[in-house]
């Protein structure tokens, strides 16, 4: 979990007009370093961002200009991943090189909001941004200070490792694919299909999935299961993402996870089968 975490805070409404850079660097996920400066941005402040971050010309006095510091920003991002919350402070950096006609560092993306809205289900469609995640995973920080925000946006991909076992490179995938949590405007539950192999068999999905569940639902009704949305003594199939399977008893599982549990207790015949086991279930029915 190697990782430069990032942000940047302006003077105006001209997002090349940096004048606060943060930025921290974990290396197996612990952090290494830590790196704030102000910088002169050569450009007007706008009350409306000095009200926000409290920087005005006088706290950017003496500060360097952006190609003066462009060489440590090369040794920080160069070939790393680089997060940062939403795509601001990408676009920020971006034209500010161009301003000045430098070369854009050469690290790979990774936007902590993206990741936000695929991991946590509340975040999805609405309050994904840094403040909300931050107070939802109980995580206190000072908003607006360049370091603080790129610490923030590190804790979050931490964060978000550790609930889905997914590592970085997973996440460099799973954040161009579509955010698969279920909204109102769609229901998964869907009656199988009478000539699927698995016809009569009734499967219901739990935990975090790494395809869409709308998606996953249609897989599953092509080859015959009928998805329901809630678990019960007619439930056979319990789906069940694979990093939760391994997570320990009691409140990590969902609540589908610990009814179907108590029901196989009781007698039920539920199998619980991993997301990656269903995938090779479906690919298996499917080449038949």
């Given at each position: 979990m190697n990782f430069v975490a990032i942000d940047f805070e302006?003077?105006?409404?001209?997002?090349?007009?940096?004048?606060?850079?943060?930025?921290?660097?974990f290396n197996d996920g612990s952090l290494q370093e830590e790196w704030k400066t102000y910088i002169d941005p050569e450009d007007l402040f706008d009350e409306i961002n000095v009200s926000i971050h409290g920087i005005d010309e006088n706290k950017v006095k003496g500060a360097p200009k952006f190609p003066d510091i462009a060489n440590y920003l090369y040794n920080?991002?160069?070939?790393?991943?680089?997060?940062?919350?939403?795509?601001?402070?990408?676009?920020a950096l971006h034209k500010a090189c161009s301003k000045y006609g430098l070369r854009i560092p050469t690290c790979t993306w990774l936007d902590s909001a993206r990741v936000s809205r695929r991991t946590w289900e509340q975040c999805a469609y609405r309050g994904y941004g840094l403040g909300n995640v931050c107070a939802m995973l109980g995580y206190k920080f000072v908003q607006h200070d360049a370091l603080e925000d790129a610490n923030a946006a590190a804790h979050i991909i931490l964060a978000a490792i550790k609930k889905t076992g997914m590592d970085l490179p997973q996440w460099l995938e799973r954040v161009e694919q579509r955010i698969g949590f279920p909204d109102n405007s769609y229901n998964i539950s869907q009656d199988g299909n009478p000539d699927g192999a698995f016809y009569g068999e009734n499967l219901v999905f739990t935990g975090s999935l790494q395809i869409p569940r709308r998606l996953a639902a249609d897989m599953a009704a092509k080859i015959g299961f009928t998805v329901i949305d809630g678990v019960n003594k007619k439930t056979t199939i319990l789906v069940v993402g694979d990093q939760d399977v391994k997570k320990l008893a009691g409140h990590e599982k969902s609540s589908k996870h610990r009814k179907a549990e108590k029901l196989i207790?009781?007698?039920?015949q539920i199998r619980i089968l991993l997301e990656s086991d269903f995938k090779e279930l479906v690919l298996l029915a499917e080449t038949k």
């Open positions: 302006t003077a105006n409404a001209d997002i090349s007009s940096i004048c606060q850079i943060g930025l921290v660097i920080y991002l160069d070939d790393r991943i680089t997060v940062c919350h939403t795509h601001f402070d990408r676009v207790a009781e007698g039920a």
